[in-house]
């Protein structure tokens, strides 16, 4: 059963088709292919997938998709958000024009794959933050590995929980999205499979082993079929792999977690925080990353899962397009992303400095569409 690479407009991206044994069947896959910037996701990048599930997607030989990260890492660091703002600090008036094609582009592909019309597998390893979630919890069976690093790490450059967090992160149990929201918290595999972020967790050294599977599966009759038997594979290897799970933070904590997160503020939800610091070591971590957050970010963020609570995930993207343009262009976002990743210093000076400080005339400016 060969294996064929398709041209790609960008080196940051591979493509192949895997020949199946069910007859004039294939397998596509796609793999991220920045290892050295832990496959950040650019334009280019963006563009090339979204082109190439659109053809897979009508492509009557594709019985199904398989998205994946090159290197020993990670997944996907999240959006290459350095080279957005490298553009808005640049200046002149095609200064945001990048950042708003890349969203654009971006939230484009995460709804692709949440509405796909075949089985899309997404099979993340190590580092997945940012825009890498918001690939790898689109997809219809999404593996996960050991050593799993799952998080939303935008309050830490004065963002929101973009690529349909306000969707995602509203299913998690026990209120404890809004956490993983605000406070960019690290979780682990077990967490993920808790919070309805992943399906199974399968050892990363089986992946060649499961893409012989999946070519030698059956993908003849129904759809709802074949996603059935997928399903089932996805099951059995999680099975054969046997990884020991760790500890699970978000189900372990999740009463206090409920209540830190049912305030009514993201003032309440940082003093809350800071209590359960006190007393449970797990807490302090999700704390000082608030408490060092962009106070906007956090009342935004908090203002947006509210909004999010009832809307699908396509009005979430479409909201999400709406904030992503207005971060470019207010000056918490382009301080996050100096300090954090262009200069490094990690002494943002963000434009309000207390979160008693953001007014709701300030976070209502996010919501409003530009002119």
């Known amino acids: 059963m060969s294996l064929v690479t398709l041209t790609s407009p960008t080196e940051d991206m591979v493509f192949e088709t895997r020949f199946c044994a069910t007859t004039g069947r294939q397998i596509g896959i796609a793999r991220l292919n920045r290892p050295g910037q832990l496959n950040a996701l650019n334009l280019a990048m963006c563009q090339a997938m979204l082109d190439q599930f659109r053809a897979w997607a009508s492509d009557e030989s594709i019985a199904c998709v398989l998205l994946a990260g090159n290197g020993p890492k990670g997944f996907c660091a999240g959006g290459d958000v350095a080279e957005v703002i490298r553009s808005v600090r640049a200046g002149g008036p095609q200064r945001f024009v990048y950042g708003d094609a890349f969203f654009d582009v971006e939230y484009q592909l995460d709804l692709l794959i949440h509405l796909y019309p075949k089985p899309f597998i997404t099979w993340a390893h190590g580092v997945d933050m940012g825009g890498g979630v918001g690939l790898s919890v689109a997809g219809s069976e999404r593996i996960v590995t050991e050593g799993l690093k799952l998080a939303m790490p935008e309050i830490h450059i004065g963002l929101f929980p973009d ?122 971590g999700p704390y000082k990353n608030l408490a060092a957050g962009s106070p906007t970010a956090a009342c935004v963020t908090f203002e947006y899962m509210q909004r999010c609570k009832h809307l699908g995930i396509r009005q979430v993207l479409e909201l999400d397009l709406i904030l992503a343009r207005q971060c470019q262009r207010n000056p918490d976002f382009p301080e996050g992303v100096r300090a954090l990743l262009i200069d490094k210093s990690r002494d943002p000076k963000w434009s309000v400095s207390d979160f008693s400080g953001v007014s709701p005339e300030q976070v209502g400016v996010f919501f409003s569409p530009l002119a």
């Open 163 to 284: 690529v349909g967090g306000g969707w995602f992160l509203n299913r998690v149990p026990g209120e404890a999205g809004l956490l993983l929201a605000m406070t960019g918290a690290i979780i682990n595999e077990a967490d993920a499979l808790y919070a309805r972020l992943a399906d199974h967790v399968i050892a990363n050294d089986r992946q060649p082993a499961f893409i012989d599977a999946l070519a030698a599966l059956d993908w003849g009759g129904p759809i709802a079929a074949q996603r059935g038997r997928l399903r089932d594979l996805c099951r059995s290897f999680a099975a054969q792999s046997a990884v020991s799970l760790p500890q699970s933070g978000l189900m372990k904590h999740h009463h206090l977690i409920r209540e830190i997160c049912s305030g009514s503020s993201a003032q309440a939800v940082l003093e809350g925080l800071k209590a359960a610091a006190e007393h449970e070591p797990w807490f302090s």
